[in-house]
């Protein structure tokens, strides 16, 4: 997996957020979330919290350096939720988007969740490189 700090100037304040959804691309965005915390990519932080309007974790997303949001489908259920908020993620990703197909089961592979990682930490970098241009 290619990290943020091998890739550009790492914004110090990360804020990852995950759908955790019933299915398996649910779960996928989640573990994603989760490695890339795991790995000082950035801060998970609580997805729910911003769908229940409350506003301290809101103001949390909003003061960040970057929010990468992972999506599990098209249905947006994370990404409509930060419009609600009035809140636009940096970065955006829908795990279906990688050619994984939605199942209402919870089997995930190690390399389903790094392809989505991964392509957070390339996305991330790209967006760096728009703000220093």
Same mark, same amino acid.
């Given at each position: 997996?290619?990290?943020?700090? *091998?890739?550009?100037?790492? +914004? #110090?304040?990360?804020?990852?957020?995950?759908?955790?959804?019933?299915? $398996?691309?649910? #779960? @996928?965005?989640? *573990?994603?979330?989760?490695?890339?915390? #795991?790995?000082?990519?950035?801060?998970?932080?609580?997805?729910?919290? @911003?769908?229940?309007?409350? *506003?301290?974790?809101?103001?949390?997303?909003?003061?960040?350096?970057?929010?990468?949001? @992972?999506?599990?489908?098209?249905?947006?259920?994370?990404?409509?939720?930060?419009? $609600?908020?009035?809140?636009? +993620?940096?970065?955006?990703?829908?795990?279906?988007?990688?050619?994984? *197909?939605?199942?209402?089961?919870?089997?995930?592979?190690?390399? #389903?969740?790094?392809?989505?990682?991964?392509?957070?930490?390339?996305?991330?970098?790209?967006?760096?490189?728009?703000?220093?241009?």
């Amino acid at each position: 997996m290619l990290l943020m700090s *091998e890739c550009c100037a790492t +914004p #110090q304040d990360v804020i990852l957020l995950a759908c955790s959804g019933g299915s $398996n691309v649910g #779960q @996928i965005s989640n *573990e994603a979330a989760k490695s890339l915390d #795991q790995l000082g990519q950035g801060r998970m932080y609580c997805a729910i919290g @911003i769908g229940a309007g409350i *506003e301290s974790f809101i103001e949390t997303v909003r003061q960040a350096d970057a929010c990468v949001a @992972i999506d599990g489908c098209n249905v947006a259920c994370l990404k409509k939720a930060l419009e $609600n908020a009035g809140l636009t +993620p940096d970065v955006y990703l829908v795990v279906t988007d990688y050619g994984i *197909e939605k199942g209402h089961h919870f089997e995930i592979t190690r390399e #389903q969740i790094a392809e989505v990682a991964d392509a957070a930490v390339k996305a991330l970098a790209e967006c760096a490189k728009g703000a220093e241009g």
